[in-house]
């Protein structure tokens, strides 16, 4: 398909214009364009991206493979109360009989070299004590080098050695808990790269060093739950340095991408510069081993990263509210207001080493699956992803629940099962109560209520009915009170079906050709909620759904209306040929002449009911006119003159009732002018004005004291018809002859 | 020699009232036939020279013909006497357009409304036998269309349903030929149409124009006339299209 020119005529006609809506527009001409974009560059880049997903696939093949290469020794170990590290069972023959000793030490080429159960400790990164941690990566490295020989002597307390030779671990023995890892780690991994390259640009580039850092992280973790003692040889080192950088890297991207999406704040450029340049101190110092308190660094920049991070989202989003700036403030409130809970609690319980080892491993592996989650989710906010939503908020929950569990042990020194209750029981009752709620505030779905949603629809299709030419109008007077948006922009263009465009910030809701006179075209709503809400797939198929049930609503009034039309000529028809025929021959039979009048009068009356009946609305200039000759005729019938002032300000439809009632109303006037009072002149001046209609007959006929009249069935009938039309009349005395009747209806149609 | 005028009204009370009527109205001698349904009628026509109106024969000089009858519509008739020498009133109990115009155009002469009193119907038919027919503004209104439009469009009556929506004309193809002159409305003849849609009598038509009434007559006759032509000349068109001729 060859790509053309793309021209959109987008009025701004209801809806305030954004001063940079030039950005969304665009954005919104690239999908209802044809593919600008030449196939040849999207071949390129899906090529780039089986390279990409191939060498990521290859890497964790590589890890797995180092893993279960190493050698190992097929034990279980456990801590002592001593702080000793004890064997607690074993597969190995040789080790058989050691059961129930601790380990105080490895011979390396002769000399032994002390171990304790410091060696149970998985994660390094996660230590607090700057020695501690040395001596772990000392004792790691000590252990893997030794398990590099053929045999293996290992020292006990009691004295006693034991020969053992390491095995391959083997594939099979990574545990479950290594596979789930490296798992989320590869699909991390995948989004990132296909988020970068479906647009390579800045941001999306910063989405990237984010996700596929903590896909590193999520590789070193996995390799961690491996149970055994210590890591490889040659990952001992690069465990801590590596986990250190992923982590701050992720935090300076993070605010990187803050400071350009979703608008450029000021001095983005020395912002991030700033935070990378700070970033790259900190792990080139933890990495040399040059950092005192290497772990309360990392931490305090990540927190801190993560503070600006948030508190940038909050400018951008004063400068321009865009949705994207909300929803990810709230992501980012809850990882850093978790990951500072952990910390807390990380750092209250050091120093309880057998506590603190275990849960601190615990729960920052939860808290990584958790921003592991919360990255997966960012990329797809406008869809709706049930399953990875209440995933990501059960791993925030537990992250709560260890980091609480931490803290009661720390600072209530409650014993290790009670506090865990205690926790669980808290988290539980606070994924319980809050989960509705957080599920609200992090997608903000408060809809209208089903109700008056189905009020609004059902009014708005009468209106659409009324008035087909104002379908665009009304559809989204009713899509602004179901979204809020921002501003609605209205395009020539039709779109074939709703879509969320732009990151979720743009809607594009097809209007439908509703009757003559409408012409089909598209609606853009931006920023749901008055921007702090973004469109899901869900909305946009919510909308669909109005759009269709608006369809039918109409259609289906449509042809209500045609069946009572239809029904109402057919009446006309019946009443005009048989009622007619028989008011006729009456007539003619008629004793006397006010017998005849009156039955004339009657089928007058017939005729101008059928006649209602069968047009539903009639011109007030062709109304007027007819009455003019109407009772141009019948006046000089009577011989009587005729003044008739007719003015109008505007040229309105008059509906059925309006106009029989006025006819008759008229008539009625006259008749009783020339029948009963005899004049000889009358004038008559209709006056439209400003959505009223007044009415004044004046004759010169004989009536007198118009209060005394017998109201029969002449006057009783004015009086009924323009009271139908809301209006009064009254007559008076108009000297020195003759009555006049003045008909007032104040609102023949609505005020504009 | 006696004026022979015909009179088809199925309803006997109506049939008699309406001989008073035309009884009342001419000096002359007159000579009533009545008929009470279609096939009376053309035989009575038949006997007179056949419809077309044979020289030499004695045919109606006057016909009035209502248009509800009980084996059809009086409006097939009018069709069929397109040139039958004589004045051809519609007689009904219809006044508004969608029924009367369809009559002008089949060669009425004028119409008059069933319901109105005798004296009224007296004058009336004076008036169109001196050649002053009536013109309702909604008669008006429906004229102008039709002559603005051309005669193929809005001028077809609904019942033959080939007529297109008038709102379409700006993009009707334009005819090569220009318009015959009886397809065309002199604009004198155009702007007492006008007057009279906004519903002006013919008296104060002629004092807004500064002409006599009866140039305002002449005006009107000429329209009628022209509506006749216009209106036989685009059946015949019709009628050669549908291989009737």
């Not at chain 2, 319901?115 to 009336?124: G, I, P, S, T």
Request: glycine share 8%.
């Amino acid at each position: 398909m060859a790509s053309r020119p793309v021209s959109l005529p987008l009025d701004t006609e209801f809806g305030s214009s954004f001063p940079d809506s030039s950005f969304e527009t665009r954005a919104f001409e690239r999908t209802l364009a044809a593919p600008l974009e030449p196939t040849r560059w999207m071949g390129t880049r899906l090529r780039l991206l089986v390279v990409v997903a191939l060498v990521g696939c290859l890497s964790l093949f590589l890890w797995i493979r180092i893993l279960a290469q190493a050698p190992h020794i097929d034990a279980s170990w456990a801590r002592n109360a001593q702080g000793q590290l004890q064997l607690s069972a074993t597969g190995d023959t040789r080790l058989r009989g050691f059961e129930g000793k601790a380990l105080t030490g490895v011979e390396i080429a002769g000399r032994v070299e002390p171990l304790d159960a410091l060696l149970l400790q998985r994660s390094p990164r996660w230590l607090v004590n700057d020695q501690e941690r040395e001596k772990l990566i000392s004792q790691w490295s000590r252990f893997a080098e030794a398990l590099e020989h053929r045999d293996v002597r290992l020292v006990f307390d009691d004295g006693s050695l034991a020969s053992v030779q390491p095995r391959a671990r083997g594939v099979g023995g990574l545990g479950a808990m290594f596979w789930l890892l490296a798992a989320l780690a590869l699909v991390l991994y995948l989004v990132a790269m296909v988020v970068l390259l479906v647009r390579p640009n800045m941001r999306n580039l910063m989405y990237a060093v984010m996700s596929v850092c903590q896909a590193g992280n999520l590789a070193f973790m996995a390799a961690e739950t491996i149970p055994d003692l210590g890591l490889p040889h040659g990952l001992a080192h690069w465990d801590f340095a590596g986990r250190i950088a992923f982590d701050v890297f992720t935090a300076a991207a993070i605010v990187h991408a803050t400071t350009i999406h979703p608008r450029e704040v000021p001095g983005h450029s020395a912002i991030s510069g700033f935070v990378w340049l700070m970033a790259a101190a900190i792990v080139s110092f933890a990495a040399a081993d040059r950092l005192p308190g290497a772990w309360w660094w990392t931490q305090g920049a990540a927190i801190s990263f993560g503070v600006l991070g948030i508190v940038l989202l909050s400018w951008s989003y004063k400068l321009q509210p865009h949705p994207f700036a909300v929803v990810v403030r709230r992501f980012s409130i809850v990882a850093i207001g978790t990951l500072t809970l952990l910390t807390v609690a990380v750092a209250a319980a050091e120093g309880r080493a057998n506590m603190q080892y275990s849960i601190a491993a615990v729960g920052s592996m939860i808290w990584y699956v958790f921003l592991a989650s919360l990255l997966l989710l960012v990329p797809f906010l406008s869809r709706s992803q049930q399953v990875m939503r209440e995933f990501s908020l059960l791993a925030g929950i537990s992250t709560v629940a260890t980091s609480l569990d931490l803290l009661f042990v720390a600072v209530f020194s409650l014993g290790q099962f009670a506090s865990l209750t205690l926790s669980l029981f808290l988290s539980l009752g606070a994924y319980a109560g809050v989960r509705q709620w957080i599920l609200n505030q992090m997608l903000g779905t408060n809809m209208l209520t089903t109700e008056r949603m189905f009020e609004q629809l059902y009014r708005a299709a009468r209106e659409v009915e009324m008035e087909p030419e104002k379908t665009a109008e009304l559809l989204s007077r009713l899509l602004r009170e179901l979204f809020e948006p921002l501003e609605v922009l209205r395009a020539e263009r039709p779109a074939g079906r709703t879509r969320v465009l732009a990151d979720g910030s743009a809607l594009v809701v097809p209007v439908p050709a509703l009757g003559a006179g409408a012409q089909a075209g598209s609606l853009v709503l931006r920023f749901a909620h008055r921007g702090k809400r973004m469109f899901t797939q869900d909305d946009a198929r919510l909308t669909d759904r109005v759009v269709e049930q608006l369809k039918r609503a109409v259609a289906y009034d449509r042809a209500v209306e045609q069946g009572r039309s239809e029904e109402r000529v057919r009446i006309a028809q019946d009443l005009h040929d048989d009622i007619g025929a028989r008011l006729l021959t009456l007539m003619y039979k008629a004793p006397n002449p006010e017998m005849e009048d009156y039955v004339r009068h009657t089928l007058q009356d017939l005729k101008t009911l059928t006649r209602g009946l069968a047009a539903p609305t009639h011109r007030l200039s062709h109304a007027a006119a007819e009455w003019k000759a109407d009772i141009t005729q019948r006046l000089s019938a009577a011989h009587c003159e005729l003044g008739w002032s007719f003015s109008s300000d505007r040229d309105i439809m008059l509906s059925v009732v309006q106009w029989s009632a006025l006819t008759r109303v008229l008539r009625e006037l006259v008749t009783n002018a020339i029948s009963h009072a005899q004049a000889t002149r009358l004038d008559v001046e209709a006056s439209f004005e400003d959505g009223g209609f007044t009415l004044r007959v004046v004759d010169n006929g004989m009536g007198r004291n118009p209060q005394a009249w017998a109201h029969g069935l002449g006057l009783g009938g004015v009086r009924k018809r323009v009271k139908q039309l809301g209006g009064d009349v009254r007559w008076s005395e108009n000297p020195p002859q003759g009555i006049v009747c003045r008909v007032h209806v104040p609102e023949l149609v609505p005020r504009r | 020699m006696a004026v022979k005028v015909l009179i088809l009204e199925d309803n006997p009370v109506a049939r008699s009232f309406l001989c008073r009527v035309v009884r009342e109205s001419f000096s002359d001698t007159i000579a009533i036939t009545e008929a009470g349904d279609l096939e009376s009628a053309r035989h009575q026509i038949g006997l007179t020279g056949g419809p077309r109106g044979v020289h030499g024969a004695d045919p109606f000089k006057l016909i009035l013909v209502d248009l509800e009858l009980p084996d059809g519509n009086g409006m097939e008739l009018l069709a069929e006497l397109a040139q039958y020498p004589s004045t051809k009133i519609v007689t009904t109990l219809y006044s508004d357009d969608d029924h009367l115009f369809p009559a002008l155009q089949r060669g009425a002469d004028g119409y008059l409304l069933k319901e109105d009193r005798f004296e009224v119907l007296v004058e009336e038919l004076q008036k169109i036998v001196r050649g002053q027919p009536p013109l309702s503004p909604a008669i008006a209104r429906r004229l102008l269309t039709h002559f603005r439009h051309g005669s193929q469009g809005e001028g077809s009556a609904p019942d033959l349903g080939f007529a297109p929506p008038s709102s379409f004309t700006s993009s009707r193809p334009v005819a090569i030929e220009t318009p015959l002159d009886h397809e065309r409305l002199t604009p004198r003849e155009s702007e007492v149409l006008t007057y009279l849609s906004k519903g002006f009598t013919i008296k104060e038509i002629a004092s807004l124009m500064g002409i006599k009434w009866f140039t305002v007559n002449d005006h009107i006759k000429s329209i009628y006339k022209k509506l006749n032509v216009s209106s036989r000349a685009e059946a015949a068109v019709l009628a050669s299209k549908q291989g009737l001729v």
